[in-house]
């Protein structure tokens, strides 16, 4: 199973990505993930993106292709692997189609700019795993605790009012064409083309994921 995750930040991609892989044994890729990694790490790679994350812009794509291309060579990806956040501007999607990286499905998470502030103001992560929480609607076992190793949960850099405001712009902008993309390249080249999926994304966590589910193995 070879499958992308596309929808505005806050959409509920990491949340739903965390189900998927679990169902069908495969690694999620969260382009977002490595990154702040890095970023943390104080690596070269994270010196250089970690202005560009803060302020909710998006990194080059060169570097992006380079990256997502490294990992997807990776043994743990044989049997397949998830998108989360990549790709999200056509030159990406384009690296994956020419360069034959073969995809089952692209499913979109569609969810309004007013829900999406509200839901990053509560997001609390585990930086450790990525693992994604919200205070008021999908909150930890303990306030302010990972489930899984009980370590504290932080606020991420990009998620304050103005910078999510920004991200908006730039999904609308360079990464919402993708819906364009995929939906006539499935009309177009159906044999070839990733089948294309869309979900409402609001309502509750796990109702959401039993479409999602019953759409990817429908
Ligand atoms: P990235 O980490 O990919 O961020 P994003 O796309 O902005 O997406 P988010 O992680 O914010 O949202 P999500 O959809 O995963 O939602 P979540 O499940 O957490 O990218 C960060 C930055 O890295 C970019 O801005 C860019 O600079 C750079 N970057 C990354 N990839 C790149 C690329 N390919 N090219 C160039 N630059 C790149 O959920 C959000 C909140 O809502 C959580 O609190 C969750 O608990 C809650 N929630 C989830 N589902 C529900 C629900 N159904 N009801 C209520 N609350 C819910
Ligand atoms: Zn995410």
């Excluded at 509560?122 to 009980?150: A, F, I, L, Q, W």
């Excluded at 902008?173 to 995929?182: E, G, K, N, R, S």
Aim: glycine content about 10%; hydrophobic content about 35%; proline content about 6%.
């Amino acid at each position: 199973m070879r499958l992308i995750l596309l929808g505005a930040p806050g959409a509920g991609k990491g949340t739903q990505a965390q189900v998927i892989c679990e169902r069908f044994g495969i690694p999620q890729i969260s382009t977002g993930d490595m990154l702040r990694a890095a970023v943390k790490e104080g690596s070269e790679l994270g010196l250089k993106v970690k202005e560009i994350m803060t302020t909710g812009g998006l990194v080059s794509d060169e570097i992006i292709i380079a990256l997502v291309k490294e990992r997807i060579a990776q043994p743990d990806c044989e049997n397949g692997f998830l998108f989360d956040g990549f790709p999200r501007t056509i030159p990406q999607a384009d690296a994956m189609r020419e360069g034959n990286v073969k995809l089952d499905h692209v499913l979109e998470i569609a969810v309004d700019d007013e829900e999406i502030v509200k839901r990053l103001a509560g997001r609390r992560v585990h930086p450790g795993s990525g693992r994604v929480y919200h205070v008021e609607y999908n909150p930890p076992k303990e306030m302010g605790k990972d489930d899984v190793t009980g370590e504290p949960l932080i606020q991420r850099d990009d998620d304050r009012e103005t910078t999510v405001r920004n991200r908006l712009a730039v999904y609308h902008d360079q990464t919402a064409p993708l819906v364009d993309y995929y939906q006539r390249w499935a009309e177009q080249e159906p044999e070839e083309a990733p089948v294309y999926h869309r979900v409402e994304g609001v309502g509750g966590v796990k109702e959401i994921s039993r479409q999602v589910l019953d759409a990817l193995e429908g």
